[in-house]
């Protein structure tokens, strides 16, 4: 069962406002096996929200689901307070879902600057833009309006050095920026980050961390990052949400989860801290 603690910015948002993504009672089985077992799950508006767990707590089969990818056996997912459990990834996607991956999905022969246009016309025109790079037209080169957009979004992101050359020749840090760059260009309400640091030394992931805040503070894009580095997401979100064999054992503010020793226990391997009064117990039987 889910604990929350009192105030908890799991509640955060103006008064009334539904969250942005929500899953309920949320439960997926393979066969025999419980992948998910009724989790709950809110991203308020503007918020920072962190998924944590060891390996095969779940964290995977929750973001297919939130994505739409994989349909739960029991409970609900809403964008906005709307029902969208039974809503395919693109109709999800049209109202405002993003997502990055832990390996970089991008098209090797695009430019970095391409890969925002190509995001930017998709969010205008849908899918059927793919016919610039699949069929004879070619890449249609960009109005003055895309150009625009295109160049606002590079800015924020600190990438017009890198915005003429191939993703193909960029390393694994600036192809991640690329990542979050293009799904900015979608227009999303709400950016799914499935292990964003993955690979990444330290002065990438610093880099990375600060172009998130940079997308979450100025364009108000709310953030549910998956990650294994759990002081980055211990230092960046307002809510942790923690999973362990399917069940969300924890949410609450960063402070909470650190100190937690069932958390400690379930992700960090380490042994909650002993109970004082049984430790006056113990001391009175040694005496």
């Known amino acids: 069962m889910t604990t929350v603690a009192p105030g908890s910015p799991a509640s ?28 709950d799950l809110a991203v308020p508006p503007g918020a920072v929200v962190g998924l944590v767990g060891p390996n095969g707590a779940g964290k995977s089969t929750l973001f ?47 430019t970095v600057r391409d890969h925002v246009v190509l995001a930017d016309r998709v969010r205008r025109r849908g899918g ?5 790079l699949v069929t004879g037209g070619g890449f249609r080169r960009p109005s003055a309006a895309e150009d625009e957009r295109v160049a606002a979004i590079i800015e924020s992101l600190h990438l017009e050095d890198l915005q003429d050359r191939e993703v193909s020749g960029l390393p694994l840090g600036a192809c991640r920026l690329v ?52 002081e980055l997401v211990l230092g960046m979100c307002e809510t942790v949400h923690v999973l362990d064999f399917g069940a969300m054992i924890r949410t609450g503010p960063p402070a909470e989860i650190r100190s937690d020793p069932a958390v400690r226990a379930a992700y960090l391997g380490a042994e909650p801290p002993p109970d004082p009064a049984q430790e006056g117990g113990q001391e009175e039987e040694s005496r």
């Open 12 to 39: 955060a948002g103006p008064p009334g406002a539904a969250a942005r993504l929500e899953a309920s009672g949320v439960t997926v089985r393979f066969g025999g096996l419980v992948a998910l077992d009724g989790v």
């Open 64 to 110: 297919a689901v939130l994505s739409g990818l994989l349909r739960p056996d029991a409970g609900r997912v809403r964008m906005g307070g709307e029902d969208v459990t039974r809503a395919s990834a693109a109709a999800r996607a049209r109202r405002g879902l993003a997502r990055t991956f832990q390996r970089p999905e991008l098209f090797a022969g695009l």
């Open 128 to 132: 059927g833009i793919l016919r610039d």
């Open 179 to 230: 990542e979050v760059a293009r799904a900015l260009a979608t227009g999303p309400e709400v950016l799914l980050l499935d292990e964003p640091t993955s690979g990444l030394d330290g002065r990438e992931t610093a880099e990375l961390a600060a172009t998130l805040r940079r997308v979450n503070a100025d364009h108000g894009v709310s953030l549910l990052l998956v990650e294994h580095d759990v």
